[in-house]
């Protein structure tokens, strides 16, 4: 995008993206938070809401007429077909979000905080990678804790995700985060730093 520099930044759930975001954020990049932005677009009323409807049956419907996450959770991540089938239904939408909000902001810099940011092909409008990667115990641990989910819900989540060689692989920058809260952030700080920098 003209005059814009946008990274994506990825990883396993409970890599740490959240706290690296916060560190870009403070150094003046815009956040797009694209797990949030997969949760407004199937929004009660929302079109994409509708498809999902008539493409995964009521079981996904809570009786409130919203979008059943946890329903839908336990047959995406263990029904690859399934995931494919919500993945290529709601990226669409995500895409079209990320590009005006890319188009609205004043901010030279865009950090794109994506999970499945390669499964969407948004990395296609990225000038730059970010990975956040770290052992897959401590992720288990982490989003067990977080999300207040089982053990099997966690595997079964990271199960649909890549592991951190391949996240490392297509980055330009990879942020390990094995140790404390404290190092990410200093690690997360320096590379904010070395992209406004551009060094
Ligand atoms: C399956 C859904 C309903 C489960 O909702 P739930 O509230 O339990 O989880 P939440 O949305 O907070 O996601 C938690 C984490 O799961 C992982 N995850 C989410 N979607 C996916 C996916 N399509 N593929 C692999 N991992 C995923 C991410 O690490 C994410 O941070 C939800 O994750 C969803 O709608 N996913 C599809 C949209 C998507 O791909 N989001 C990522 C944005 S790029
Ligand atoms: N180094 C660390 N030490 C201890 N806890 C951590 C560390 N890094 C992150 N956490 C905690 O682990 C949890 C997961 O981190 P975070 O939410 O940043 O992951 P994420 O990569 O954004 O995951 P998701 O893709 O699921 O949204 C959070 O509760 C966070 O506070």
Redesign the pocket.
Known sequence: MINKKIYGLTGM?GAGKSTVCDSFERAGFLIID??RL??EV?RKGRPCLDKLHRLFGDSVITKDGE?D??A??NI?FSHSDK?AL??NT?YPY?TYEVISMCGNTDKHFVLLD???LF??GIDFICDGIISVTCDKEKSIQRIMLRDNITRESAEK?LG??HDAEYYKSKSDFCIENNGDIDTLKAKADATARKIINGN
């Open positions: 759930s694209c797990d997969a949760r199937v979008l996450r946890r839908m959770g995406v995931l919500l993945n709601i995500i994506a999970p499945t499964e969407s989540r649909s995700q």
